[in-house]
C-alpha cells in the first residue's frame, strides 16, 4: 500500500515541509533551491509505483494502470513547471515559496484526481487543485490583467463547479450510487435513464471546463494572457490531464452511438475548429497556446467517443505528449522573455542568431504541436485517428485532419520568426535552460520515433477500464 | 526477395542524418561544404549495392522488416522494385550536384543550408523505400520542413509568401492522406503496403480514398488547378532547392499514383481516369501556353514541368504498357532535365544577378561551354529526338494514341508548345539582343564537374534506354498484371511493340 501511494504521500510531505519553512521563515524563498530535485523524486516514486493496483479508503481510491500512468505524467509536468517557475520575473520575492507550495498542492489535487473512483471524492479532488490554482494566477507583481484573470478563472471556476454538483445530484438520485464501479453497471441511455444522462454531462461539464473544452473555454485564453508566462505554462497543462483522466474513466461509461457519446463529439469537433480559427487571428504566443490547448481538448475527445480501450490508451497518450509538448514551446516563451512580459511573434525574431539551441526546440515543439512527424505529436494524433476511424464518427476524425491544415499557420508562425526573421534589435537571450530545453525536445522527437515503450503503459490504462 | 545482409536502405537513409549531426560539430564554411560533398559521394557509394538488383523480379528487394510500434501493427519496413530503385538513385546523384551548384549561391547560414540538404535526401529516399504506409506517410511529411526552410531561409524577395504557400498547399492536401491511411487499417487490418496490396476493398472505400490520396498527390506533382505554389515556389526558392523540387518532390505525386492508387484503388483508378486524364492533358496544355509568355527564366522552367509532369499523369492512366513506361521514364527523365536547366539558371543568376530572360541574352558569343548544355537540356525538356525525354514522350503519346485518337491528338500541341516555348528560351539566351554576356565568364571547372553527369544521362538514355527500361519493366508488368486481374480492365490492344524493336533500344534488345 505504501508503495502504491507513494508519489502522492511524497508529494504531501514535500508540501508540509515548504509549509513548515515558511512558517519559521516567513517572506524568504526556502523552496528554491531543492524543489525540482524534491519534484524529481516524485518522479521517481510515480515511476516505482507503475505496476501497482490497489483499491483503497473504502472502495473510494483507485490504484490502477491509469492513474499510475497519469500521476507519472502529472509529476514529470510538474517537475518542468516547478523548474520553469524558478527565477520568475513577475514574481515577488516574498511569495515565492508560497508560490511553490500552491503549485505542488495544486499538482498533488491532480494525483488525487488521477485515482478517484467516486463522484465525491472526484469532486474533493478536483476542488484541491482548482482552489489551488485560483490563487496562483493573480501571482503576477503589479499587473492588472493577472488580477481579472484571477476573477475570471474564480468565477466561470465557480460556475462551472455549480452545473457539476448539479449534475452530481441527478446522477445520485436515480442511480443510487456514487461508486464509478457501480454506475459502469448502470443504464445510461436516454430513453430508459434520462436524468442519469443528463446529471452525466453536467458533472463532465465541470471537467470540461477545466479541459477549456468549446462551450467551456471563454476564460482560457484571457487567464493564459493575464497570467505570468510560467503561471500560464502550469495551469495550461496540467489541469488538462486531470481532466482527460476523469473524462476517460467516465467516457468509458458510455457507448458510442448514445446521444452522450455523440454530443462529445460534436463538442470536440466545434472545440478543435473555434480553437484553431481562433489562433489564427492571435498575436500574443500566449493568447495563441491558449485558443490551440481549446483545439487539443478537441482532440482529445476523438480518442473518448471510440468507446475502446485503444480510444482510451489514445487519450491518455495524447494527454500526456500534450503537456510535453505545450511545456517545451512555454519553456522557451519563458526563458526568452526577460522581464516576465508577454511574447509576441516578433519577439521570436532571429532567434536562430540570437539561440539556435532554443530555436531548434521551439521548432521541434510546434511542430509536434501541429502533428508533423517525426514528433510526438504525430504520433498522437495518428493513434486517436486511428481508434475512431469505423467507430461511427468518422467524420470527425476527417474534421480533425483537416484542422491541421488549420492549425499549421500559427504554429508555423513560430517557426517562421525564429528562423526567417532577422533579429529586430540587438536584445540578448538569458542561456539558461537550454540543457533542460533540449532534453524535452529530444524526448519529443523520441516519442514521436518510438513511442512504443512509452503507449504500453497508456496500452495498459485502457485495457484496465475496457477489457 | 531475401533481407539482404547489409541494409542498404536504412544505411541510405540514415547516413545523411548521421552526416548532418555531423555538420554541427564542423566549424568554417569550406570545411561544412567539403564536407557535405563527402557525404553525398559517400552516400553514392552506399548505394552501389542496389547494383544487385535482380532485374528479373518485379517484386520489392532489399527488404528490411523491423518491429516499430507492435500495438497498433507499424512496421519498419524498407524494399524496392525497380521504380523507387530509380527515384533513389536520381535523389541520391542529386545530393553531390546541390551542394556542388551552391557552392557560391548560398553565402549565408552555410552549415544549416547544409544539414536541412542533407535532412531532405533521408526524408526522400525514405519515401521511396518505405513500404509501411504510417512510415511513407512519416517521411512524406518530414520532408515538408527542410524544403520549407529552402525556401523560406534561403529564397529570393518573395520568399515568405512562397514558402507559406507551398507549406500550407501540400500539408493541406497531405492531412486526408492520412485519413485514407487510416481507413485502409481499418478495412484491411495493417499498414503493410506489400499486404494491402493483395486485398480488394469496397468501391465505396475505393472511391473515397482515392479521391482522398488524389488530392494529396495532384497537389505534389503538382496537376492543374493544383500547381499555383510550384512556380511561387520556385521563383524563390534557391538553386538546390529548385533542383530537388523539381528532380525529386514532384516526383513523390506521380510515385504515389502508382504506388498507391493504382494496387489499392484499382476499381477507382478506372472511375476516374477519364477525369484524370482530362486534368493531366489540362496540365499539358495549360502549362506549356503559360509557360511561352513568362519573362522569368525560372517561372518558365516552373510551367514547363507542369506540362511534364502532366505527361506522367497522362501515361499513368492510360494503364496501359507503354503509358505506364513513358510515366516513369518521364519522371525519371524529367528530373535529369530540369533539374540540369535549373541548375544552369542558377549559374546564370551567379554571373547576372537576374533571372530575367532579357538580363541575360546573348551569351552564345561569350560563354560557348554554357549555351552548350543549356542548349542540350532545352533540346531534352522539347523531347528531341536522341535525348532522354524524347523516349518518355514518345511512349507515353503512343500509349495515349492506342487509348484514343482524341486523347493522343490533344497531347500532341503539348509536346508542340514544349518547343515553342523552349526554342525561344534558347534563341533569346543564345543570340537576343542587346547582349548581356560579354562581362561574364564562361563555366568553371566546378560548374563543369556538376553539369557533366547530368548531360551524361540525357544522352545515356536517350541514346540507349533499354538499361532503364528494365530495370522498370518487371515491376509495371507486375502492378498492370496485378491491376487488369482485380478491374478486368484491360487495356486496348498494343499494335505497336516500340519498346522491343530496335528503334528504340538499340542492339541490346535483339541479342
Known amino acids: 500500500?505504501?508503495?502504491?501511494?507513494?508519489?502522492?504521500?511524497?508529494?504531501?510531505?514535500?508540501?508540509?515541509?515548504?509549509?513548515?519553512?515558511?512558517?519559521?521563515?516567513?517572506?524568504?524563498?526556502?523552496?528554491?533551491?531543492?524543489?525540482?530535485?524534491?519534484?524529481?523524486?516524485?518522479?521517481?516514486?510515480?515511476?516505482?509505483?507503475?505496476?501497482?493496483?490497489?483499491?483503497?479508503?473504502?472502495?473510494?481510491?483507485?490504484?490502477?494502470?491509469?492513474?499510475?500512468?497519469?500521476?507519472?505524467?502529472?509529476?514529470?509536468?510538474?517537475?518542468?513547471?516547478?523548474?520553469?517557475?524558478?527565477?520568475?520575473?513577475?514574481?515577488?520575492?516574498?511569495?515565492?515559496?508560497?508560490?511553490?507550495?500552491?503549485?505542488?498542492l495544486s499538482a498533488w489535487g491532480l494525483m488525487l484526481l488521477a485515482s478517484a473512483v467516486e463522484l465525491m471524492t472526484i469532486y474533493i479532488s478536483l476542488e484541491i487543485s482548482s482552489y489551488a490554482l485560483y490563487a496562483l494566477i493573480p501571482l503576477r507583481a503589479g499587473d492588472k490583467r493577472a488580477a481579472e484573470a484571477g476573477i475570471k478563472y474564480v468565477l466561470f471556476g465557480a460556475a462551472a463547479t455549480a452545473v457539476s454538483l448539479y449534475g452530481f445530484a441527478y446522477i445520485t438520485a436515480s442511480q443510487h450510487t456514487t461508486?464509478?464501479?457501480?454506475?459502469?453497471t448502470k443504464q445510461w441511455d436516454f430513453a430508459t435513464n434520462p436524468g442519469a444522462l443528463v446529471g452525466l454531462i453536467m458533472f463532465m461539464a465541470g471537467f470540461m471546463y477545466k479541459l477549456a473544452l468549446f462551450p467551456f473555454?471563454?476564460?482560457?485564453?484571457?487567464?493564459?494572457?493575464?497570467?505570468?508566462?510560467?503561471?500560464?505554462?502550469?495551469?495550461?497543462?496540467?489541469?488538462?490531464?486531470?481532466?482527460?483522466?476523469?473524462?476517460?474513466?467516465?467516457?468509458?461509461?458510455?457507448?458510442?452511438?448514445?446521444?452522450?457519446?455523440?454530443?462529445?463529439?460534436?463538442?470536440?469537433?466545434?472545440?478543435?475548429?473555434?480553437?484553431?480559427?481562433?489562433?489564427?487571428?492571435?498575436?500574443?504566443?500566449?493568447?495563441?497556446?491558449g485558443y490551440s490547448s481549446i483545439a487539443h481538448a478537441g482532440y482529445v475527445t476523438i480518442g473518448l467517443v471510440a468507446g475502446t480501450a485503444e480510444g482510451l490508451a489514445s487519450a491518455s497518450f495524447y494527454a500526456l505528449v500534450y503537456i510535453l509538448m505545450n511545456l517545451t514551446c512555454f519553456w522557451v516563451v519563458c526563458h526568452l522573455s526577460k522581464d516576465g512580459r508577454n511574447m509576441r511573434y516578433a519577439d521570436l525574431d532571429g532567434l536562430h542568431q540570437r539561440s539556435p539551441v532554443f530555436a531548434f526546440v521551439l521548432a521541434v515543439a510546434a511542430f509536434s504541436l501541429v502533428g508533423l512527424p517525426p514528433t510526438a505529436g504525430f504520433m498522437g494524433k495518428l493513434f486517436l485517428l486511428t481508434a475512431a476511424w469505423g467507430r461511427g464518427y468518422d467524420w470527425l476524425?476527417?474534421?480533425?485532419?483537416?484542422?491541421?491544415?488549420?492549425?499549421?499557420?500559427?504554429?508555423?508562425?513560430?517557426?517562421r520568426h525564429a528562423y526567417t526573421h532577422d533579429p529586430s534589435s540587438a536584445s540578448e537571450t538569458k542561456n539558461s535552460g537550454l540543457a533542460l530545453g533540449t532534453l524535452f525536445a529530444a524526448v519529443l522527437l523520441a516519442l514521436g520515433i518510438l513511442p512504443g515503450p512509452v503507449y504500453e503503459l497508456a496500452a495498459q490504462a485502457g485495457k484496465s477500464l475496457l477489457p | 526477395m531475401t533481407a539482404s545482409s547489409f541494409p542498404v536502405l536504412s544505411a541510405l537513409i540514415f547516413f545523411p542524418l548521421a552526416a548532418s549531426l555531423a555538420l554541427l560539430a564542423v566549424k568554417g564554411e569550406e570545411a561544412v561544404r567539403r564536407l557535405t560533398l563527402a557525404a553525398g559521394l559517400a552516400e553514392i557509394t552506399l548505394a552501389l549495392p542496389l547494383a544487385g538488383f535482380d532485374l528479373a523480379s518485379g517484386g520489392f528487394q532489399f527488404v528490411e522488416k523491423a518491429s516499430w510500434v507492435p500495438q497498433?501493427?507499424?512496421?519498419?519496413?524498407?524494399?524496392?522494385?525497380?521504380?523507387?530503385?530509380?527515384?533513389?538513385?536520381?535523389?541520391?546523384?542529386?545530393?553531390?550536384?546541390?551542394?556542388?551548384?551552391?557552392?557560391?549561391?548560398?553565402?549565408?547560414?552555410?552549415?544549416?543550408?547544409?544539414?536541412?540538404?542533407?535532412?531532405?535526401?533521408?526524408?526522400?529516399?525514405g519515401v521511396f523505400a518505405a513500404l509501411d504506409f504510417v512510415l511513407f506517410y512519416l517521411f512524406w511529411e518530414a520532408m515538408l520542413v527542410p524544403m520549407y526552410l529552402l525556401i523560406a531561409v534561403w529564397g529570393g524577395p518573395n520568399k515568405r509568401y512562397a514558402s507559406i504557400k507551398f507549406f500550407l498547399y501540400t500539408l493541406a492536401g497531405s492531412t486526408l492522406l492520412l485519413v485514407a491511411i487510416i481507413a485502409f487499417y481499418a478495412a484491411g487490418g495493417t499498414f503493410s503496403i506489400p499486404e494491402l496490396m493483395t486485398k480488394t476493398f469496397s468501391p465505396r472505400l475505393q472511391f473515397w480514398a482515392f479521391l482522398a490520396m488524389a488530392?494529396?498527390?495532384?497537389?505534389?506533382?503538382?496537376?492543374?488547378?493544383?500547381?499555383?505554389?510550384?512556380?511561387?515556389?520556385?521563383?524563390?526558392?534557391?538553386?538546390?532547392?529548385?533542383?530537388?523540387?523539381?528532380?525529386?518532390?514532384?516526383?513523390?505525386?506521380?510515385y504515389g499514383f502508382l504506388r498507391f492508387c493504382m494496387p489499392l484503388t484499382p476499381d477507382a483508378c478506372v472511375t476516374f481516369a477519364p477525369l484524370m486524364i482530362a486534368l493531366s492533358l489540362a496540365s499539358i496544355l495549360y502549362g506549356g501556353?503559360?509557360?511561352?509568355?513568362?519573362?522569368?527564366?525560372?517561372?518558365?522552367?516552373?510551367?514547363?514541368?507542369?506540362?511534364?509532369?502532366?505527361?506522367?499523369?497522362?501515361?499513368?492512366?492510360?494503364?496501359?504498357?507503354?503509358?505506364?513506361?513513358?510515366?516513369?521514364?518521364?519522371?525519371?527523365?524529367?528530373?535529369?532535365?530540369?533539374?540540369?536547366?535549373?541548375?544552369?539558371?542558377?549559374?546564370?543568376?551567379?554571373?547576372?544577378?537576374?533571372r530575367e530572360i532579357s538580363e541575360n541574352m546573348g551569351l552564345g558569343k561569350y560563354l560557348p561551354a554554357y549555351m552548350f548544355f543549356f542548349g542540350l537540356f532545352s533540346l531534352s525538356s522539347l523531347g528531341f529526338p536522341g535525348t532522354n525525354s524524347f523516349v518518355g514522350e514518345a511512349l507515353v503519346l503512343v500509349g495515349a494514341f492506342q487509348e484514343s485518337l482524341l486523347v493522343g491528338g490533344l497531347a500532341i500541341p503539348g509536346a508542340m508548345l514544349a518547343a515553342a516555348y523552349m526554342l525561344r528560351l534558347l534563341q533569346k539566351l543564345a543570340w537576343g539582343e542587346p547582349g548581356k554576356g560579354a562581362t561574364f565568364t564562361d563555366l568553371c571547372p566546378r560548374e563543369w564537374i556538376y553539369l557533366a553527369p547530368l548531360a551524361v544521362f540525357v544522352l545515356y538514355i536517350g541514346l540507349a534506354p533499354t538499361m532503364t527500361l528494365k530495370v522498370m519493366d518487371p515491376s509495371i508488368d507486375k502492378l498492370l498484371k496485378d491491376f487488369s486481374a482485380r478491374t478486368e480492365y484491360t487495356a486496348t490492344a498494343r499494335p505497336i511493340n516500340l519498346a522491343h524493336t530496335p528503334v528504340m533500344n538499340g542492339k541490346e534488345a535483339n541479342q
Not at chain 1, 461508486?179 to 459502469?184: I, M, R, V
Not at chain 2, 557560391?104 to 547560414?109: C, L, T
Open chain 1, 179 to 184: 461508486f464509478l464501479a457501480e454506475l459502469t
Open chain 1, 1 to 104: 500500500m505504501t508503495l502504491a501511494l507513494l508519489p502522492e504521500i511524497l508529494l504531501l510531505g514535500l508540501i508540509v515541509l515548504i509549509f513548515c519553512l515558511v512558517v519559521a521563515k516567513p517572506g524568504k524563498d526556502v523552496a528554491g533551491t531543492w524543489l525540482p530535485v524534491g519534484c524529481l523524486a516524485v518522479l521517481a516514486a510515480a515511476g516505482a509505483s507503475l505496476g501497482q493496483s490497489a483499491l483503497l479508503f473504502g472502495g473510494t481510491y483507485q490504484v490502477d494502470p491509469l492513474s499510475q500512468f497519469m500521476k507519472m505524467a502529472v509529476a514529470l509536468g510538474l517537475f518542468i513547471a516547478v523548474t520553469n517557475s524558478r527565477g520568475q520575473a513577475t514574481l515577488k520575492d516574498e511569495v515565492r515559496a508560497d508560490y511553490s507550495m500552491l503549485l505542488c
Open chain 2, 72 to 125: 497498433w501493427g507499424l512496421t519498419y519496413h524498407l524494399g524496392i522494385d525497380g521504380i523507387s530503385l530509380l527515384m533513389i538513385l536520381l535523389t541520391v546523384a542529386l545530393l553531390p550536384l546541390c551542394v556542388l551548384c551552391s557552392w557560391h549561391y548560398i553565402s549565408r547560414r552555410i552549415k544549416e543550408f547544409h544539414i536541412v540538404l542533407l535532412l531532405m535526401t533521408s526524408a526522400c529516399v
Open chain 2, 289 to 354: 501556353v503559360i509557360a511561352l509568355g513568362q519573362k522569368d527564366m525560372k517561372k518558365l522552367i516552373a510551367y514547363s514541368s507542369v506540362g511534364h509532369m502532366g505527361f506522367v499523369t497522362l501515361g499513368i492512366f492510360l494503364f496501359s504498357q507503354r503509358g505506364v513506361e513513358g510515366a516513369v521514364m518521364q519522371m525519371l527523365n524529367h528530373g535529369i532535365t530540369t533539374g540540369g536547366l535549373f541548375m544552369l539558371v542558377g549559374a546564370a543568376y551567379e554571373r547576372s544577378h537576374s
Open chain 1, 397 to 415: 476524425v476527417i474534421i480533425a485532419a483537416l484542422n491541421t491544415a488549420i492549425s499549421i499557420y500559427f504554429y508555423l508562425s513560430l517557426v
Open chain 2, 215 to 254: 488530392l494529396a498527390f495532384a497537389i505534389k506533382c503538382p496537376m492543374f488547378p493544383f500547381h499555383t505554389w510550384l512556380p511561387a515556389a520556385h521563383v524563390e526558392a534557391p538553386t538546390a532547392g529548385s533542383v530537388l523540387l523539381a528532380s525529386v518532390l514532384l516526383k513523390m505525386g506521380t
Open chain 1, 217 to 289: 473555454h471563454f476564460w482560457c485564453p484571457d487567464v493564459y494572457q493575464g497570467t505570468s508566462n510560467e503561471t500560464a505554462a502550469y495551469a495550461a497543462t496540467l489541469p488538462k490531464l486531470g481532466a482527460v483522466v476523469i473524462l476517460v474513466r467516465l467516457a468509458s461509461l458510455l457507448v458510442p452511438g448514445q446521444p452522450g457519446m455523440t454530443i462529445l463529439a460534436v463538442l470536440g469537433a466545434v472545440s478543435m475548429t473555434f480553437g484553431n480559427l481562433s489562433a489564427l487571428v492571435q498575436d500574443d504566443v500566449k493568447r495563441m497556446l
